[in-house]
């Protein structure tokens, strides 16, 4: 069988661009394993909202203006959506796991992160006219902070929800089954092109599958696929892996889940804390963000305890006294610029649709239309063209403000750990690091700049230096 179009990938992003498909009427083929180990959406908190993930820097380029305008559109979506997911999966089991999303501002992180975020939170909320309520901190009732770290403000954002994500997965798969699709649940190894045109997909078990268009959505192991295309391979953004935890506790007798997510602005190379209801005693729990040289299998000890520590100190001291039901590992897909790659990659018939960082899911359902729209020919108002996978570097901060962004960043972190350093420190950690992330940065190109945490991480680990110099050279 020749199938119109081959989705690769699993997760949200790539089983709602197969179901949009074949709910369209198109011959459908979703490759990619079931199980989604170690998948960013299966690991994910499923907050279904755009607001509370604003930050200063988002703001500050077309480029993440135009990523909020996509979460905004993505936000209006969901009820629809979820509609279509439950008849074409027969399944009514309900999506949602909380109902409004508080942001609250304590004093773990620092002033000129997270206070700065949580501004930009609220004046988005006003620019935008989303109704929102300020809370007293007092009145959040499911919280009991330790003192040194409790919340000094807290908004509610009423129609910003969650979402069982393993739920959603399992819809996604029963409802392109259901639509007439076909699931292997094998993964592809490499594309097939003739010439210019992508003809299908060889999976790792050698059965070939053929197809008239191929959309490759399988996260950060995306660009894996694109090795054999030498001409294009190192003119697209390389990915890097951003490594999250997130643990699943279940709560002792008498203690219930809030009916809300709890969140702190996004922070330091990473998303805020936050808390996320699964069921009246089952509470989802994250934060991590850490770029890693390659997709990680397993959790560190290390970050499970810091996540643990922030939660039972940040959110809830009755936490200690919770089960640890499972410890769920996830890859985030960051781009070199921190930008999505989406559309098609200069052969006939191939599209890619990753890259998104912690958007993927909360996006996918705008992501579907857009790119069933592209390869129909219907028109569609979102234009994404920016975002092409075969671009130059896109410019988030300017390189004037990425070293001190960088040293600020790394600063928070150590906040965050609570870490205690004589003031006369404090000079020489900033001279230290802004002296070697200049020199870093200098020395990769003269002008094409990467996104801070990149500028961190690329400092540390050598490998990911040589991806991004190659990225660079191509485009010289």
Known sequence: MVYDVVVVGSGAIGGSIAFELASRGLKVCRVGETSRVNAASRAAGAMNGCFGEITSGLLASEHGRLKLTMDIQAKGMWAQWSERLAQASGNREELLTACGTHVILNSAGMADIDSVNYAAIKKSLCDYQVPYNEVVPERLNWIKANDLVRPMQSLLIPDENALDSHLLLEKLDAALVGCGGDLVTSNARRLITEGRVATGVVLENGQQITGKHVVVAAGVQSLELFDTLDDIKNRIPPMFAGYGVSILARLKPGQTT???????????????????????????????????????????????????????????????????????????????????????????????????????????????????????????????????????????????????????????????????????????????????????????????????????????????????????????
């Open 258 to 476: 809030p009916s809300t997510v709890i969140r702190t602005p996004n922070r330091a190379f990473a998303c805020g804390l936050h808390c996320v209801p699964r069921s009246a005693d089952l509470l989802y729990i994250g934060a991590t963000n850490i770029l890693a040289e390659k997709p990680r299998s397993h959790a560190l000890i290390s970050d499970v305890q810091f996540l643990l520590d922030c939660a039972v100190d940040q959110l809830n001291l009755d936490l200690h006294d919770a089960e640890v039901v499972s410890i769920q590992v996830g890859n985030r897909p960051i781009p070199a610029d921190g930008f999505p790659l989406i559309g098609q990659c200069e052969y006939e018939g191939l599209w890619l649709a990753t890259g998104t960082y912690r958007d993927g899911l909360h996006q996918s359902p705008l992501l579907a239309s857009w790119m069933a729209d592209q390869i129909q020919g219907v028109p569609n108002r979102l234009d994404l063209s920016r975002f092409a996978p075969v671009r130059q570097p896109l410019q988030g901060l300017a390189r004037s403000s990425t070293v001190a962004e960088t040293v600020k960043q790394m600063f928070a972190t150590g906040y965050e750990y609570r870490w205690d350093i004589k003031p006369y420190w404090t000079p020489l950690l900033d001279k230290g690091m802004t002296d070697n992330y200049t020199t870093l940065i200098e020395s990769l190109h003269p002008y094409f700049t990467p996104p801070p945490e990149l500028v961190a991480f690329s400092y540390l680990y050598r490998s990911m230096y040589e991806r991004l110099a190659r990225y660079y050279e191509a485009w010289s």
